[in-house]
């Protein structure tokens, strides 16, 4: 198979998730063999961050990256986009430090990438290839993530289990043969209510809504809990606050949650440096877990 860049420029503007500050960010194609860069183009024509597991410097609730001091938040969903869309090359400029959110989904990358093109390079794709299987496994909470080496078709599998009576048990998988504009980009990224206090208080989901995130309703709230929560985020409080989705949210997909998982780990694993050549099985992971997992992979990659 070919290497794959975009034909031209995506351009994109919103707030970051966890730091509320607005950000234009801007896609362009890439020169064969040159992998996927950020940019921060308010730092300097100098400020790139390789999209590289060794550069993971925080997954508290998403994946930043930090080279020679410039950081980038929120890289999992714009990264999973690209995979799933199999682009090989790609530079991300930015004039802020967070990946714009949007709706909480890789659905606004992909229908903007599609939409404007993609285009196959002349240089042949060199897969990731592993020299032995790879197992990340934490027994205590249950957590493990498994990559085995293949020559058939890559595949990854996911198992997600928050002890949840909303959520429930779920599973998801995904092949390069399916269409993950289709079936993965569209599912939002997700959070417990009771949650959402610890991580406003720690500085996180400053720009969180119900716009850009499904709110998962465990156990009761009282409304004027809510109403706090609600004003310190300068949102609107919603109409429903009962058990289940805040705000009686329709879901994409029954197994919504599990395919988002599904899209991080797409991301998160993209910091191998290019696409596996592997099957991936992934027990109650998150982006800590996944950013081991690559780092694991460039270590042992043929």
Same mark, same amino acid.
């Given at each position: 198979?070919?290497?794959? @860049?975009?034909?031209?420029?995506?351009?994109?503007?919103?707030?970051?998730? /966890?730091?509320?500050?607005?950000?234009? *960010?801007?896609?362009?194609? &890439?020169?064969?063999?040159? #992998?996927?860069?950020?940019?921060?183009?308010?730092? #300097?024509?100098?400020?790139?961050?390789?999209?590289?597991?060794?550069?993971?410097?925080?997954?508290?609730?998403?994946?930043?990256?930090?080279?020679?001091?410039?950081?980038?938040?929120?890289?999992?969903?714009?990264?999973?986009? $690209?995979?799933?869309?199999?682009?090989?090359?790609?530079?991300?400029? $930015?004039?802020?430090?967070?990946?714009?959110?949007?709706? #909480?989904?890789?659905?606004?990358?992909?229908?903007?990438?599609?939409?404007?093109?993609?285009?196959?390079?002349?240089?042949?794709?060199?897969?990731?290839?592993?020299?032995?299987?790879?197992?990340?496994?934490?027994?205590? %909470?249950?957590?493990?993530?498994?990559?085995?080496?293949?020559?058939?078709?890559?595949?990854?599998?996911? /198992?997600?289990?928050?002890?949840?009576?909303?959520?429930?048990?779920?599973?998801?998988?995904? @092949?390069?043969? $399916?269409?993950? &504009?289709?079936?993965?980009?569209?599912?939002?990224?997700?959070?417990?209510?009771?949650?959402?206090?610890?991580?406003?208080?720690?500085?996180?989901?400053?720009?969180?809504?119900?716009?850009?995130?499904?709110?998962?309703?465990? /156990?009761?709230?009282?409304?004027?809990?809510?109403?706090?929560?609600?004003?310190?985020?300068?949102?609107?409080?919603?109409?429903?606050?009962?058990?289940?989705?805040?705000?009686?949210?329709? !879901?994409?997909?029954?197994?919504?949650?599990?395919?988002? %998982? *599904?899209?991080?780990? !797409?991301?998160?694993?993209?910091?191998?440096?290019?696409?596996?050549?592997?099957?991936?099985?992934?027990?109650?992971?998150? /982006?800590?877990?996944?950013?081991?997992?690559?780092?694991?992979?460039?270590?042992?990659?043929?």
């Amino acid at each position: 198979m070919k290497e794959r @860049t975009l034909v031209q420029p995506c351009s994109f503007e919103g707030k970051g998730l /966890h730091t509320g500050k607005v950000a234009r *960010m801007t896609i362009s194609p &890439a020169a064969e063999g040159s #992998g996927i860069r950020f940019l921060r183009s308010d730092l #300097g024509p100098d400020a790139f961050v390789d999209a590289l597991a060794v550069n993971v410097s925080n997954t508290a609730r998403s994946t930043t990256l930090t080279q020679n001091g410039v950081n980038v938040i929120t890289v999992e969903h714009i990264l999973s986009a $690209l995979t799933g869309l199999g682009i090989d090359n790609a530079l991300i400029s $930015l004039d802020n430090e967070e990946i714009p959110i949007l709706d #909480g989904s890789a659905k606004p990358y992909c229908e903007a990438i599609v939409k404007g093109g993609i285009a196959t390079q002349n240089a042949e794709r060199k897969y990731i290839e592993l020299s032995r299987e790879i197992v990340y496994e934490d027994a205590v %909470k249950g957590i493990k993530v498994t990559v085995t080496p293949t020559e058939k078709e890559p595949s990854y599998a996911i /198992h997600v289990d928050f002890g949840s009576q909303v959520v429930g048990i779920q599973d998801a998988s995904w @092949t390069p043969s $399916l269409d993950y &504009a289709k079936e993965i980009a569209p599912c939002r990224t997700f959070v417990f209510f009771h949650e959402i206090e610890y991580l406003y208080k720690n500085n996180l989901i400053k720009g969180g809504d119900i716009d850009n995130a499904i709110v998962i309703v465990e /156990h009761p709230v009282p409304r004027e809990r809510v109403e706090a929560l609600c004003q310190g985020l300068s949102i609107p409080v919603p109409a429903y606050t009962g058990v289940g989705y805040l705000d009686n949210m329709a !879901l994409r997909f029954e197994n919504e949650c599990a395919r988002h %998982k *599904m899209l991080d780990l !797409l991301g998160d694993l993209r910091l191998c440096g290019g696409f596996l050549k592997a099957e991936v099985k992934a027990v109650k992971t998150g /982006h800590f877990v996944n950013s081991q997992v690559a780092r694991m992979i460039l270590e042992n990659k043929k």
